[in-house]
């Protein structure tokens, strides 16, 4: 059974305080690994695609990297506009559907 | 470029009521997807259309839910009767293709009384 796991639940970080979110994640025949920001009572925002191990993607102070079993989103230097609930998701080869994690809920106090 | 839209933005209603969710995709997007979120969780795939087919529903509770997709462009989601364990959001998203980026709604949140 596909499995995707975020960790940690929840982060409170400092502005500026550099971090990094986990999404471990158990499928076969990965397509793709996505990533969302979803703010309070919106809908999940699509942040990047990554394809196999070894790829990184950046925007402004968000890089995610993929290996073989886990990804990455490390935020540098990170604003109170930053703060959100990061989801990672999950696309096998096989199938359609996005299998989402639970998701961090990032906080950056000013 | 307009995103997808999705109305009401909140529902509360008594159990055993009805109630129905409308979603208008991205232009031009031919797979539409309907996913429940529960607080704390990240969404769930109810179902999947390819133009108006519903090709993956396999999710969707078909004894109170039912979706349609005319012309293959908005879609409506029905609950009937509601149960108190529908209390979600519940998220419209779109992608040209299965395979490409799924592009979500703002969401309809239902609370049921």
């Known amino acids: 059974e596909d499995q995707v796991t975020q960790s940690p639940e929840a982060l409170r970080l400092q502005e500026g305080e550099s971090s990094s979110l986990n999404c471990s994640y158990t499928?076969?025949?990965?397509?793709?690994l996505f990533w969302y920001r979803q703010d309070p009572g919106k809908g999940p925002e699509f942040l990047f695609t990554?394809?196999?191990a070894g790829e990184e993607k950046e925007k402004e102070r968000l890089k995610a990297t993929l290996t073989k079993k886990e990804s990455f989103l490390h935020i540098t230097a990170p604003k109170p506009e930053d703060s959100a609930t990061y989801l990672c998701?999950?696309?096998?080869?096989?199938?359609?559907?996005?299998?989402f994690g639970s998701g961090t809920q990032l906080t950056v106090l000013p | 470029e307009a995103g997808v839209v999705q109305s009401p933005r909140y529902k509360i209603i008594e159990k055993k009521q009805p109630v129905a969710f409308w979603c208008n995709p991205i232009?031009?997007?031919?797979?539409l997807y309907w996913y429940l979120q529960n607080l704390g969780q990240g969404p769930e795939l109810l179902i999947r259309?390819?133009?108006?087919?519903?090709?993956?529903d396999s999710q969707l509770p078909k004894d109170r839910f039912s979706a349609e997709r005319l012309k293959g462009v908005d879609s409506t989601l029905k609950i009937q009767p509601a149960e108190l364990g529908d209390s979600a959001v519940y998220l419209c998203?779109?992608?040209?293709?299965?395979?490409?980026?799924?592009?979500f709604g703002p969401g309809t949140r239902l609370t049921v009384l």
């Open positions: 998701a999950v696309q096998k080869g096989s199938a359609r559907q996005l299998t």
């Open positions: 990554l394809y196999s």
């Open positions: 259309y390819e133009n108006e087919e519903a090709v993956d």
């Open positions: 232009s031009g997007h031919n797979t």
């Open positions: 998203a779109s992608s040209l293709g299965y395979t490409d980026t799924q592009y």
């Open positions: 499928v076969s025949g990965l397509r793709g």
